[in-house]
């Protein structure tokens, strides 16, 4: 017995040798912060586990309540629904004012829950917002504008900002949210993400192919940074986020940004993930592309660009991060994150329709094939509340 002991932990060793001098010590970190906290992946609860910055909130606009609040119950098969997969939040706004707002378990509107891969669409907004600030020369940008590594790559040279947003830049990436060991866990729980994403090359052609992946919108993130310090040393993407978009949203909320590792060490923002914010405040991007980048009056993101990023581009469903159905009976577009975060705009019907929460059903699809079912649902629960 104690040479089988014995023989198990030198095995043990062994293997934790190879790992850890095979590059793959995030590993360790990935355990610690999914398995051994009862998850089998990156949940909405985790940022305690990671380095944060603060997204500051100026002064806070309130939502406006509807006179119908809470006036309808949700369907009983939806409430069911939403029970079983762990849902945090389930708001719908129409025209600018909250019909339906519900939250579940310890979860609170004061709840502060991850984005996961809604940030993505908020990065490709805080891009144009540094367009329009003159920090970016163009939203069609060349990489190598500020990403000077590339400047020998054949394929780097052509790829552009937006190509990174539309996810066809030919960026090399293997996105799996479950295998222990890959790029895609070493982006979430390493300790260097722009080191990791700069270290790809390009696969393909940039403008050939759409191929969905994180480590895009985190190259994206490692040029906004560049941008905005060659012009302001010191800013970071959370200041920059909070006075371009936070602030003048009038969140109610901070929000928190987790980073690789800590600011002081030079970490930077995960870009592609981890915005941690409050369903309502969530809910204000869906308000802001309802109404065309206008903000009480100002114009927050020129008119053009959000008419632009709802389009399809390569894929007959996406856009520039943003997912979409235009031929569903009530057309829609959203913001998507791991485990189902959503933001639905119908902008048919004026809604905008926020789902937080721990898990979805990822194996049964809509109409189109690629859209989850559950989002047809929540359009269609929607829709209800308001008829």
């Known amino acids: 017995m104690k040479k089988f002991v014995y023989g198990l932990l030198l095995v043990l060793a062994v293997l934790a040798a190879a790992i850890q001098l095979g590059g793959h010590g995030y590993f360790w970190k990935a355990l610690a912060s999914t398995y051994f906290q009862g998850h089998s992946t990156a949940h909405i609860d985790d940022a305690n586990n990671f380095a944060q910055s603060v997204i500051a909130a100026g002064t806070p606009q309130a939502w406006p309540k509807d006179a119908r609040y809470n006036q309808k119950t949700l369907d009983p098969a939806m409430a069911a629904y939403l029970q079983q997969h762990g849902t945090a939040a389930f708001v719908v706004a129409q025209k600018g004012a909250l019909v339906h707002e519900q939250y579940f378990g310890a979860y609170s509107a004061q709840s502060r829950t991850n984005s996961f891969s809604m940030a993505k669409t908020i990065t490709t907004l805080q891009v144009q917002e540094a367009v329009q600030q003159g920090l970016i020369s163009s939203f069609d940008a060349p990489l190598t504008e500020r ?116 600011g002081s060490e030079g970490g930077m923002e995960r870009t592609y993930c981890c915005i941690f914010a409050t369903a309502r405040d969530f809910a204000k991007f869906g308000q802001l592309l309802l109404q065309d980048g206008q903000w009480n009056g100002q114009t927050l993101l020129n008119k053009a660009f959000v008419e632009r990023i709802r389009k399809p581009d390569l894929q007959p469903y996406y856009g520039h991060s943003l997912w979409m159905d235009w031929t569903y009976k009530h057309p829609f577009y959203f913001l998507q994150g791991h485990q189902g975060q959503y933001v639905i705009v119908v902008p048919s019907l004026d809604l905008v329709v926020v789902r937080t929460g721990q898990t979805r059903d990822k194996k049964t699809k809509g109409p189109n094939g690629i859209t989850p079912a559950e989002v047809y649902r929540f359009v269609d629960q929607a829709v209800a509340l308001v008829q």
């Open 147 to 262: 990403l000077a590594e590339y400047a020998q790559d054949p394929r780097g040279q052509k790829a552009t900002v937006s190509q990174l947003s539309s996810m066809k830049s030919g960026h090399d990436w293997t996105e799996n949210y479950y295998l222990p060991l890959n790029i895609t866990t070493d982006l979430y729980y390493g300790k260097n993400a722009e080191k990791l994403v700069l270290g790809q090359g390009f696969e393909r052609e940039p403008g050939t192919e759409y191929e969905y992946s994180s480590g895009s919108t985190q190259l994206l993130g490692v040029f906004l940074k560049r941008a905005l310090q060659a012009k302001e040393p010191g800013l970071t993407i959370s200041a920059h986020l909070s006075r371009s978009l936070w602030a003048p949203l009038g969140m109610e909320s901070d929000a928190i940004y987790t980073l690789d590792r800590q």
